[in-house]
């Protein structure tokens, strides 16, 4: 059972595009959001995160859109560039640990020059 | 910095061998964790460790155990390795409070033949 659904599977944009990545919850005990980015052969990288009671946060060109009512949250991303090409992954960490972290699935974008 | 650094970055084992997987971050971060990512599953947790001492149980961590050897170190260890373990695995760290793995490896590519 997948508790944090990502869509979609894999997106592709033009160079100053605004890809828009979605991620879906059901359980209301996830306390805190966070985005990672991937790049191939390497690590996830924390790119942002947003807490529930915040409908909107910004950094860079980066920005996620928090929804508390439907359980959505999303990733966008401002004039993308080519250099943006990567997996995003979406998470959602359980209120009663510090720790426990569930991912989506993953996207993986690409932005053509 | 080096930041994490996981070690080898590719094996192959035979199914029933055994094999560590060794992890040593250089950023004095209390916690640190590993996590396995399999195609289109995003990451899930294994074993996570707070402080030097200490280890708790994630999402997936049968057949595995781990060794908070220190501060820096935290190692994920195969005692009979199974095809269904091919995965590639992530060591991550965090500072205290965090709430989140904040950096990671590049990454622990495993095949079990």
């Known amino acids: 059972q997948q508790q944090v659904k990502q869509s979609p599977q894999s997106l592709i944009v033009q160079k100053g595009g605004i890809p828009i990545i979605n991620c879906a919850y059901e359980?209301?005990?996830?306390?805190?959001f966070p985005w990672y980015q991937q790049f191939p052969g390497k690590g996830p990288a924390l790119l942002i995160a947003?807490?529930?009671?915040?409908s909107e946060k910004k950094e860079g060109r980066f920005t996620i859109s928090f929804n508390k009512s439907a359980k959505q949250f999303s990733l966008h991303i401002m004039d993308s560039q080519p250099g943006d090409s990567a997996t995003y992954f979406c998470?959602?960490?359980?209120?009663?640990?510090?720790?426990?972290?569930?991912f989506g699935s993953g996207t993986r974008l690409l932005v053509r020059p | 910095n080096a930041g994490v650094t996981q070690t080898p970055k590719f094996q192959v084992l035979k199914t029933g061998q055994s094999m560590t997987l060794q992890c040593a971050q250089d950023?004095?971060?209390?916690?640190m964790y590993w996590y396995r990512q399999d195609p289109g599953m995003g990451l899930r947790l294994i074993y996570y460790?707070?402080?030097?001492?200490?280890?708790d149980k994630g999402e997936v961590p049968n057949g595995y155990n781990v060794s908070r050897l220190n501060k820096r170190e935290f190692s994920l260890r195969l005692e009979s390795a199974a095809p269904s373990q091919t995965s590639v695995y992530f060591c991550?760290?965090?500072?205290?409070?965090?709430?989140?793995?904040?950096?990671f490896g590049d990454g622990t590519r495993l095949s079990i033949l």
């Open positions: 460790s707070a402080s030097e001492g200490t280890t």
């Open positions: 947003i807490r529930p009671d915040v």
């Open positions: 998470a959602a960490r359980w209120m009663d640990s510090s720790y426990k972290l569930i």
């Open positions: 359980n209301t005990a996830f306390d805190y």
């Open positions: 991550a760290s965090s500072a205290m409070g965090s709430g989140q793995p904040q950096h």
């Open positions: 950023m004095n971060h209390n916690s």
